[in-house]
């Protein structure tokens, strides 16, 4: 969800709620003899509210679930589990008078303010996330079809070379539904569902759909193709195969793109148009790494803010049920 003009009336709202709820707490603070209480009439209203905003940002994991459900439009949900959420947090500090009670209060408490600063932090990620998977991950491809696009770039990659070079004795891996040609990905398209970040958009199902036509395989002599064959066995392999594994070279662009420079000078004519197909091939992985790690961060820390959520509102009716029972 990108914090937007969109998001200037939710805002507006949440500022006079918090503006007016500001003033109303400290009148009441100051003409309370007791100072302010969390069992006194005020307090009670301030603890009614900052727990229904708790509810209402609660009830958006289940407005997903039942996406059949007519009750609201889908943004209009997130803008207010945004807002209203981060509304909860002081309307329950004025509950309470800034004091965090006993034990169970404390709990809730320091539950509500992590959840609360996670949200905001989330709600950051989505902002920030796309737009830098747009300048870095220019060939995007659907999550969960990155394992089988990295298998498709390895198989090309192998066909590359064996076209200058002659059989690597690799295992082969036939696959029928995509190919790679001129250094792009070209493989059937796949529609992404929904969710309330970036992927909401239609994804590319791997890269460009541009495919140029197949260079005249030309093989190199033997002498000729051992700094390739070297460094595509000792190097582009292992990375293709494994892109987690750190200490590698071709994961950095810069580093990649001295490597490729250097193999330039030492391959003959033919082989050009192959180390540029390899190239490429090394760009598009280090991409899909990128996406994995962007992935990871806009989704890893819900990990946190959804249980958290659960148990502050399962703890917080327990408070509410025994603070209004004894």
């Known amino acids: 969800m990108r914090m937007d003009r969109t998001q200037s009336g939710w805002a507006i709202v949440s500022l006079a709620i918090l503006v007016i709820s500001t003033v109303a707490y400290v009148i009441y603070a ?70 965090f009670g006993g034990t169970l209060t404390r709990v809730l408490m320091w539950f509500l303010i992590i959840t609360v600063f996670s949200g905001v932090f989330g709600a950051a990620l989505q902002h920030y996330i796309p737009r830098v998977m747009t300048s870095d991950v220019p060939l995007e491809t659907i999550y969960d079809e990155i394992g089988r696009v990295r298998a498709l770039l390895r198989e090309e990659a192998d066909r590359s070379m064996e076209s200058v070079c002659g059989n690597l004795g690799l295992a082969k891996h036939s696959n029928e539904d995509g190919q790679r040609a001129g250094g792009f990905t070209a493989f059937r398209a796949i529609a992404a569902s929904a969710v309330p970040l970036r992927t909401s958009a239609a994804v590319s199902a791997g890269a460009s759909a541009a495919v140029a036509a197949a260079p005249e395989i030309i093989l190199l002599s033997e002498e000729e193709s051992v700094p390739l064959r070297r460094f595509y066995l000792s190097e582009m392999r292992p990375f293709l195969e494994q892109p987690r594994q750190r200490g590698q070279h071709l994961a950095d662009a810069a580093k990649a793109g001295s490597a490729f420079a250097g193999l330039r000078t030492l391959l003959p004519a033919p082989a050009q148009s192959t180390l540029t197909d390899l190239e490429d091939i090394c760009d598009e992985a280090r991409q899909l790494r990128r996406q994995e790690r962007l992935h990871h961060w806009l989704h890893g820390w819900l990990l946190l803010h959804i249980p958290l959520s659960l148990a502050l509102i399962l703890l917080g009716a327990i408070h509410a049920f025994m603070a209004l029972r004894y």
């Not at 302010?36 to 009614?48: A, E, N, Q, T, Y």
């Not at 889908?74 to 008078?97: D, E, N, S, T, V």
Request: charged share 15%; glycine share 18%; aromatic share 14%.
């Open 30 to 99: 100051l003409e309370s003899p007791q100072g302010p209480r969390g069992d006194s009439m005020i307090g009670l209203v301030f603890g009614v509210i900052g727990f229904g905003f708790m509810i209402f940002a609660a009830l958006l994991g289940a407005r997903k679930r039942v996406p059949t459900w007519r009750i609201g439009r889908a943004q209009a949900w997130m803008r207010g589990h945004l807002w209203l959420g981060f509304l909860a947090l002081p309307m329950i500090l004025f509950h309470g008078g800034f004091h």
